[in-house]
């Protein structure tokens, strides 16, 4: 056989057994077989974003985030919980689309774009009104105040309808984790 042939197939093997792996580890992680555990970084080398925790060991600063690892089970153990866990709880593994789509405050940002797009109709039309108006400047003053204040209030809802989505995503993202809130400098 060709060597690169063999390098390729070795290489797709790998592939799959990792793949396999990592779909086992977050199965077992998902119903809740795993414990949590310490990874530990020294000061110089901590990214703020990865290791958000902070412990001093002996004297000096360590950096840590908690991670969740699967229990060791056997092939078999985990061929059948494959089996009880699809029936007793179908709905368990679900993707990420799925739980956001779903979740109870994935229409708030919708329904925010829509009046926030009707308050811009609003401002648009009072402005042409007050545009078009011929000399009388307590309507125009009066018409520019209400399309000011038709834009600011269509800002907030879009912000708002932006805020509640991505914390939607966030909660769809990191649901089943615990969050252990350490002060950190």
């Not at 919980?81 to 799925?98: D, F, G, I, V």
Request: aromatic content about 14%.
């Amino acid at each position: 056989m060709d060597p690169r042939v063999e390098a390729y197939i070795e290489k797709a093997k790998q592939e799959i057994a990792e793949k396999e792996a990592k779909e086992r580890a977050d199965f077992l992680v998902s119903i809740g077989l795993c414990e949590e555990q310490r990874v530990y970084c020294q000061t110089g080398h901590a990214k703020r974003s990865e290791y958000p925790f902070k412990e001093i060991i002996n004297g000096q600063k360590w950096y840590y985030r908690n991670e969740l690892v699967p229990f060791d089970i056997s092939d078999e153990e985990y061929a059948e919980l494959r089996k009880y866990a699809a029936t007793l709880n179908p709905q368990k593994e679900k993707t990420y689309s799925h739980a956001l789509k779903n979740s109870s405050y994935s229409s708030l940002p919708e329904i925010y774009n829509f009046f926030s797009a009707l308050l811009l109709l609003g401002c648009f039309a009072s402005c042409s009104v007050a545009f078009y108006s011929h000399g009388d400047w307590s309507l125009i003053t009066e018409l520019l105040i209400i399309a000011l204040t038709c834009l600011i209030a269509a800002a907030m809802l879009f912000a708002f309808g932006k805020i509640i989505d991505y914390l939607d995503r966030i909660a769809a993202h990191t649901s089943g984790y615990e969050y252990n809130a350490e002060l950190t400098e």
